[in-house]
């Protein structure tokens, strides 16, 4: 089946269709959801080798869409990267492979790349908290002594200051109150 989109809008009873530029191409059409504002529609699109996921971003008001980020992996393309929002609601933090290993960048909803937040020849696992206040980002990484030992990083949100904060040989789990 061929997926399309489409937005009902009740006070109105206006139907509009969501540009998903797949030009009747299988893909899939998945994760739909709303920008912070309300004024865009994000939804994901990946092919069906699932080697390339899209992120769409479609004006609510048009339809007309646009490419906001693209990943491209050369066997398998994670679905559902992690994608969240800051306060501000047009800056996000998002999670990317294209390094070959699982790592974080801010990026815009305007499409641009503003940092990349980490770095390393290991994957990054979780966000564990975003201090916007500080404009520092807290997340786990497989990193270290071990490369199965999780420990405690932080970044800075424009790229700089990366740092292990947990020392300690062993695999870290550390909470925020």
């Known amino acids: 089946p061929i997926a399309r989109l489409l937005l009902y809008d009740l006070p109105s009873g206006e139907t509009i269709r969501i540009e998903t530029h797949d030009d009747g191409q299988e893909c899939y059409i998945y994760n739909v959801r709303f920008t912070p504002d309300g004024s865009e529609v994000l939804f994901h699109r990946m092919d069906r080798l699932q080697h390339v996921l899209e992120v769409m971003a479609a004006d609510?008001?048009?339809?007309?869409?646009?490419?906001?980020v693209t990943e491209t992996q050369p066997t398998w393309q994670d679905h559902r990267p992690?994608?969240?929002?800051?306060?501000d609601g047009q800056r996000f933090i998002w999670e990317t492979e294209k390094t070959g290993f699982r790592q974080f960048e801010l990026r815009h909803?305007?499409?641009?790349?503003?940092?990349?937040?980490?770095?390393?020849?290991?994957?990054?696992?979780?966000?564990?908290r975003i201090d916007e206040?500080?404009?520092?980002?807290?997340?786990?990484?497989?990193?270290?002594?071990?490369?199965?030992?999780?420990?405690?990083?932080?970044?800075?949100?424009?790229g700089t200051g990366q740092?292990?904060?947990t020392?300690?040989?062993?695999?870290?789990?550390?909470?925020?109150s």
């Open 60 to 68: 609510v008001g048009t339809g007309e869409s646009r490419i906001l």
């Open 82 to 87: 992690y994608m969240q929002f800051l306060d």
């Open 109 to 128: 909803l305007d499409g641009r790349l503003l940092a990349t937040l980490t770095r390393g020849a290991y994957p990054v696992r979780r966000v564990r």
């Open 133 to 158: 206040e500080n404009g520092v980002l807290y997340y786990t990484a497989l990193g270290g002594v071990h490369p199965l030992n999780a420990h405690l990083f932080q970044v800075n949100l424009d």
């Open 163 to 165: 740092r292990r904060l």
């Open 167 to 176: 020392q300690e040989r062993g695999s870290h789990s550390v909470p925020f």
